[in-house]
């Protein structure tokens, strides 16, 4: 079969591209070439030069790979959604990389068909914030649901938070970055915060999976098979990087102002769970968070870890530390 993914090179998009060919696909990425093309001396992988915001290179693109399936992983705005099932509407599959964050309300787990999903005025449906990408978001799947009411084989898949080599947010590196660099490693709360992660190859096995296998018109969530608090996680991270470390944990008092526990990555106050019902139904077969994460923690320490822009000094951190220990 052939296959068109939009995006392509980068983290999601690259991960689909090699589970598709290692499924016997023949692949074609399209995109603008502004970055380093992973499959550049690959053979079975067609590159596609285009604008993915203008309907005539979409256009160009079906008519010169004429694909079975369509995996689409850079769509931001409803609009582009829009524009692509309508070019796209004949293919055996539609694939829209839609978001856990579309969901609008605060429930365990988030269920497909039954959790609310953001609202989205025409202002957000545009405006390029952080603010807004939920509610961009959830206006793509309502885009994905009214082509399959018109006949196009148009589904989508909501990741989790996701983790992986070649994340190139800096999220995951955070923690690396802790457990080789410190003993004490500090934790916000109580070590119980549960912010449902998904590992990159679990992403691009659940879309080849939902393309090969889903019904037109669902939306379907994916996320690690197994969940892991916090405390959990930097564990595995620690495990992985062959270091020993104690965790320290704290919660609004003891940080003090120091250290925003917002800005931590994989914390979150409220538990973030996705139902994966749904998806496994189909004979997804995700990889285990353990090895996951051991793969991507050696792709970080190949690469150095690099953490993201925004997250707590080291030094503030060590100051909270330090004053738990007196």
Not at 59 to 77: F, G, M, N, S
């Amino acid at each position: 079969m052939d296959a068109l993914v939009i995006g392509g090179t980068r983290f999601i998009g690259r991960f689909t591209v090699e589970e598709l060919l290692d499924h016997g696909y023949e692949v074609a990425i399209f995109n603008r070439g502004s970055h380093d093309n992973p499959f550049a001396d690959e053979s079975a992988v067609e590159q596609v030069t285009g604008d993915r915001t203008v309907t005539s290179d979409l256009e160009a693109a079906r008519e010169l790979v004429d694909p079975d399936v369509v995996i689409d992983c850079v769509a931001y705005e409803p609009r582009e959604v829009r524009a692509a099932t309508e070019v796209f509407a004949d293919v055996d599959a539609y694939v829209y990389v839609s978001s856990g964050a579309a969901y609008g309300a605060e429930e365990i787990p988030k269920r497909e068909g039954e959790t609310a999903l953001e609202p989205c005025t025409d202002e957000q449906a545009t405006d390029d914030s952080h603010e807004t990408y939920g509610a961009r978001k959830a206006e793509g799947d309502r885009a994905v649901f009214a082509a399959a009411d018109r006949g196009v084989n148009a589904m989508s898949v909501r990741p989790t938070i996701v983790y992986g080599p070649h994340d190139y947010t800096g999220r995951f590196d955070y923690w690396v970055d802790r457990v080789v660099e410190h003993d004490r490693v500090l934790v916000p709360g109580d070590g119980d915060a549960l912010w449902h992660l998904a590992s990159v190859e679990n992403v691009a096995r659940a879309l080849r999976t939902v393309a090969e296998a889903g019904t037109p018109g669902r939306a379907y969530n994916v996320g690690d098979r197994r969940l892991l608090t916090l405390s959990e996680f930097v564990e595995l991270v620690a495990d992985a990087a062959g270091a020993d470390v104690e965790l320290v944990t704290a919660g609004p008092r003891e940080l003090a102002g120091d250290v925003d526990p917002d800005a931590v990555p994989f914390y979150r106050r409220y538990p973030h769970v996705l139902d994966t019902e749904r998806l496994a139904a189909l004979g997804w077969d995700p990889v285990a968070p353990e090895t996951a994460i051991e793969r991507t923690v050696d792709a970080a320490l190949a690469a150095g870890p690099s953490p993201a822009d925004g997250t707590p000094d080291p030094a503030a951190e060590q100051d909270v530390m330090d004053r738990l220990g007196e």
